[in-house]
C-alpha cells in the first residue's frame, strides 16, 4: 500500500509529495522525469508536487497537510 501526504509548507509556493519508502518503483520510475526527485535518507520521498501533477494517476486521493512554520 502507497501511503501518500501532501505537504504544503506555508512559506514555500512549491508543494512537496510524500510518499512512503514502499512507493520506490514509483520512485525509480519518477527518476526519469526531468526534474529532481529528493530522498532525505527517511522512510519518506519528498517530490515537488508539480513533477507528479501530470504523471500520477492518484493525485485526487492525496491527503493535504499545510504547515504553520513562520516565515523568514
Known amino acids: ?3 501518500y501526504v501532501l505537504l504544503i509548507p506555508k512559506c514555500q509556493h512549491n508543494p512537496i509529495l ?3 519508502a ?3 518503483l514509483v520512485f525509480k520510475e519518477l527518476q526519469h522525469i526531468n526534474r529532481p526527485a529528493v530522498w532525505d535518507g ?3 520521498i519528498k ?3 508539480r513533477v507528479l501533477e501530470p504523471c500520477h494517476p ?4 492525496i491527503r493535504p497537510i499545510y504547515m504553520s ?3 523568514p
Not at 58 to 61: A, F, Q, V
Open 22 to 24: 514502499s512507493c520506490h
Open 47 to 49: 517530490i515537488p508536487f
Open 42 to 44: 527517511s522512510a519518506l
Open 58 to 61: 492518484d493525485l485526487h486521493n
Open 1 to 3: 500500500m502507497c501511503n
Open 69 to 71: 512554520d513562520s516565515c
Open 18 to 20: 510524500l510518499f512512503n
